[in-house]
């Protein structure tokens, strides 16, 4: 249990006494949720984002987004944000060791999603380090229930694992990788929300493995993956020029999490399928006249063609929604989120080559695709706003 319970379950404690533990250079001895990194409280505790059980999960997210929104539109009336200033905080005031927390962060995000992290050195030093710090405790959450001690996590360790959270919006960090994200908070205008949200999802794997309908399905990937967009635009910013409102370009922002991450459902379809887990809207396969033992048998038949067809078209739709909001974003943030779009497109053009074998193939990008996905990406971040809102 000791790698990932050990970030989770550990008392609190003074972060700076903790960090003085640390050595300021050489390797840092990784624990195993460094290892393998991935990108309310009480049990029944539920989001805000789902306290009405009568309106659609699209109506609930949409909460979410006017909220972050809103604390944007507050940020761009006043004076432009001084990056530059140092936040005191309680119990870490040692900027050696936040510069060294923030290059710990950086190596993650460069050791675990490579493309990704050459793309935030196209941003100003700032942006890129709260970027990397967002990435890792993304990536660490991630990790508490699809990490190699998945096994031992349990709804309680996933509540301390929140009350860490609201300890480091106050300023009150455990660790140096939440120093990084703590300090990030207190300069940009993230609202806690979708990081609250993000661990709701965590919670839905550990009771959940089947959704009955499209409309359960999109909350869980709002959860898992469109937060992620919430999260980072205040940081990567939209352009001055942009004529864009900030709901709509948040709204796009959604639209590339939920369609990350429907792609990441119809690329590991058999793989979930051997941990007994189906990601799949239920209504939908029956509609196909597909069942859970369909998927379990794992044969590509003409009606898993078929099914698979309509869910690529849906997958491809969002993508479509989330190009519109990428051109909005600071000129220097464009290129990661550009890269990330098309590469991962590419992941649905992929399963069609594999004439919709999902089951014991895996689609992937090759090298040269991504490698010549790359220029297209720059050249795209290039060109101006859009103004199509």
């Known amino acids: 249990m000791a790698g990932v319970l050990l970030w989770v379950v550990c008392p609190k404690g003074n972060a700076t006494a903790l960090l003085s533990l640390i050595p300021r250079s050489g390797k840092h001895k990784r624990c195993r949720v460094h290892q393998k990194v991935k990108f309310s409280t009480g049990v029944s505790a539920i989001s805000s984002a789902v306290a009405n059980p009568a309106r659609s999960s699209e109506e609930k997210v949409y909460d979410v987004v006017l909220k972050q929104a809103a604390l944007v539109e507050e940020q761009r009336g006043k004076k432009t944000l001084d990056l530059g200033k140092r936040t005191e905080t309680d ?23 490579k493309t990704f992290y050459l793309g935030t050195l196209l941003m100003t030093p700032e942006r890129r380090r709260a970027v990397w710090a967002i990435y890792v405790w993304c990536r660490r959450t991630d990790e508490l229930v699809d990490g190699p001690n998945a096994s031992h996590i349990t709804p309680r360790a996933l509540d301390r694992w929140e009350k860490r959270l609201d300890d480091l ?9 939440d120093a990084a994200l703590s300090d990030t908070v207190s300069k940009y205008p993230v609202d806690i929300q979708p990081f609250k949200d993000m661990i709701e999802g965590m919670r839905l794997d550990l009771r959940k493995s089947r959704y009955m309908n499209f409309d359960e399905l999109y909350l869980y990937c709002y959860y898992v993956a469109g937060t992620v967009g919430l999260m ?23 639209a590339l999490g939920i369609a990350n991450q429907l792609t990441n459902i119809l690329r590991d379809v058999g793989e979930d399928a ?9 209504d939908e396969l029956a509609r196909f006249g597909l069942s859970d033992d369909d998927i379990f048998r794992g044969q590509v038949t003409d009606k898993w063609r078929n099914f698979m067809k309509d869910q690529i078209k849906r997958a491809r739709m969002f993508f479509d929604e989330a190009e519109k909001g990428v051109s909005e974003l600071n000129a220097a943030s ?51 706003t859009s103004n199509l809102f």
């Open 91 to 113: 119990g870490f005031t040692d900027w050696d060791l936040l510069n060294e927390a923030y290059d710990r962060c950086g190596e993650v995000c460069a050791e675990y999603a």
């Open 334 to 384: 464009r290129w990661p989120v550009w890269a990330s779009l098309l590469l991962y497109r590419q992941i649905l053009d992929a399963i069609e080559e594999n004439d919709y074998n999902n089951f014991s193939k895996r689609a992937y990008v090759g090298k040269v695709k991504k490698f010549a996905s790359l220029p297209v990406a720059y050249g795209r971040a290039l060109m101006g």
């Open 232 to 254: 980072s635009v205040p940081v990567m910013g939209i352009a001055p020029e942009s004529k864009a409102s900030v709901e709509s370009v948040y709204n796009a922002a959604l």
């Open 169 to 177: 919006f106050e300023g009150r960090p455990y660790d140096m990788l």
């Open 274 to 282: 051997r941990r007994g887990r189906i990601y799949l809207p239920q």
